[in-house]
Nanobody
Framework: QVQLVESGGGLVQAGGSLRLSCAAS????????MGWYRQAPGKQRELVAS???????NYADSVKGRFTISRGNAQNTVYLQMNALKPEDTAVYYC????????????WGQGTQVTVSS
């Protein structure tokens, strides 16, 4: 079983920055994909950014150029650097990791709230 612990959420003014962290533990499995999703009130959960074990990244159009995803050296930690935050970035952010080459076998974190005030 894999446990994911997220941190780094909070309240920030528009234009500010936050860095989210997600640490995976409890398994020796390697994580082929690590990523961040978000869910705003009344909206569906959406993929924000992902990174493969080979370093390939993928971003939602709405965050390109503002957010950067990266993995720690131990490959069991994933970060999301969020710059130039906008009120529409307000959501609960969830970490997700996959032990398969797709998201078919994956685990979710508990979520961390990010609130951007205007």
């Amino acid at each position: 079983q894999v446990q994911l612990v997220e941190s780094g959420g909070g309240l920030v003014q528009a234009g500010g920055s936050l860095r989210l962290s997600c640490a995976a533990s409890g398994s020796m499995a390697s994580f082929n994909i690590m990523g961040w999703y978000r869910q705003a009130p009344g909206k569906q959960r959406e993929l924000v950014a992902s990174i493969t074990s080979g370093g390939t990244t993928n971003y939602a159009d709405s965050v390109k150029g503002r957010f950067t995803i990266s993995r720690g050296n131990a490959q069991n930690t994933v970060y999301l650097q969020m710059n130039a935050l906008k009120p529409e970035d307000t959501a609960v952010y969830y970490c997700r990791v996959a032990v398969s080459v797709t998201w078919s076998r994956s685990y979710w974190g508990q979520g961390t709230q990010v609130t951007v005030s205007s």
